[in-house]
Nanobody, 124 residues
Framework: QVQLVESGGGLVQPGGSLTLSCAASGRTFSWYGMGWFRQAPGKEREFVAAISGRGRSTLYGDSVKGRFTISRDNAKNTVSLQMNSLNAEDTAVYYC?????????????????WGQGTQVTVSS
């Protein structure tokens, strides 16, 4: 069982930056692929980024490529999402997820554990 807790969400102006963090419980964190998804009101959940267990492979959704960076610190059981050049379309609840099969994967169905989400609002 893995528990995930996201933090770092908030209100940011267009063009600004924000870093989300996800803290995971458990002693086998490096075995899990980790991902970030987001869901805006009235829209389906969207893949944002994913990283493999050792952090050697990453994937990004087309809408965030070049602006967002996913990273992980296995010593601290954390995964982060650095978000730059934010715009209104990035407004959503962001979810951290863990995949028992090392990852990375963009498919939400592959993830076994999910956090509660953190709200990111981009507005002036």
């Amino acid at each position: 069982q893995v528990q995930l807790v996201e933090s770092g969400g908030g209100l940011v102006q267009p063009g600004g930056s924000l870093t989300l963090s996800c803290a995971a419980s458990g002693r086998t964190f490096s075995w899990y692929g980790m991902g970030w998804f987001r869901q805006a009101p009235g829209k389906e959940r969207e893949f944002v980024a994913a990283i493999s267990g050792r952090g050697r492979s990453t994937l990004y959704g087309d809408s965030v490529k070049g602006r967002f960076t996913i990273s992980r610190d296995n010593a601290k059981n954390t995964v982060s999402l650095q978000m730059n050049s934010l715009n209104a379309e990035d407004t959503a609840v962001y979810y951290c997820a863990a995949d028992r099969n090392y990852g990375p994967t963009h498919r939400s169905i592959d993830y076994d554990y999910w956090g509660q989400g953190t709200q990111v609002t981009v507005s002036s």
